[in-house]
């Protein structure tokens, strides 16, 4: 167990929803990030957020949006999905504002985002 | 362009056979950082090692160990004596400063051990 906790585990939406995933850092970690895991693209990151503020943008679409909130937990929205938005969602955290500390980010179970 | 390849898509071995997974990065970066990490069947990404680039000294730990080449850019992952709970699939990512050291995958290997 990581200690990094996402939900909903499993998520089943129809074209042109919008969902919301939900992440509970490891306690005492500043930093959030978000990544997708697909078939096609493997696994890409999305964002991530240092105590609050919006730190680094990766493979993230205009749909898509992301925030952490003052308990540290984070939220990332998706919008508008599509067939393609269908994937495994990861949440990560670390201590630092990322690995040039010498940290390590630690990832949570996933949500499986199925698009129908 | 792929930062990090891992050549190798699948891996059978039988259990008890060691097996070895490679892994070759790409960075202009003098300061960098490489993991492995984990995905059993259950989906889940288990962190394995983390190594800075000042730190070329191999790594073992129990079964599992790991061998550092700047001058190959490599970091290859060995497990000995492979068993069945090894089964996953194997991530190696690379994270530099020029991507605010987000951690930047590979596609992966998935290893299979069969009793």
């Known amino acids: 167990d990581s200690g990094v906790t996402q939900t909903p585990k499993h998520l089943i939406t129809a074209t042109g929803q919008r969902v919301t995933l939900r992440c509970s850092p490891r306690?005492?970690?500043?930093?959030v990030y978000w990544y997708q895991q697909s078939l096609d693209q493997g696994l890409q990151f999305l964002i991530q957020?240092?105590?609050?503020?919006?730190?680094a943008k990766g493979n993230i679409l205009e749909r898509f949006s992301a925030q952490q909130f003052p308990d540290l937990h984070s939220e990332l929205n998706l919008s508008s999905l599509e067939l393609g938005d269908s994937a495994l969602y990861f949440c990560?955290?670390?201590?630092?504002?990322?690995?040039?500390?010498?940290?390590?980010?630690?990832f949570g179970e996933g949500s499986w985002l199925t698009v129908v | 362009a792929q930062k990090v390849t891992q050549a190798q898509t699948e891996i059978s071995v039988v259990e008890k056979e060691d097996v070895t997974l490679d892994c070759v990065y790409e960075t202009r970066d003098t300061t960098y950082y490489l993991f492995w990490y984990k995905q059993p069947p259950s989906g889940e990404l288990v962190f394995l090692i983390r190594r800075n680039s000042f730190d070329e000294q191999n790594e073992i730990s129990g079964r599992y160990s790991w061998n550092f080449q700047k001058s190959t850019s490599s970091f290859n992952f060995t497990i000995t004596a492979s068993q069945v709970v090894d089964s996953a699939v194997y991530f190696c990512a690379l994270s530099e400063a020029n991507s605010g050291y987000a951690l930047n995958f590979g596609k992966g290997t998935s290893l299979l051990v069969t009793p």
């Open positions: 957020y240092y105590n609050g503020e919006e730190r």
């Open positions: 990560a955290s670390s201590v630092a504002k990322g690995t040039d500390s010498g940290n390590t980010i630690y």
């Open positions: 306690s005492g970690d500043l930093s």
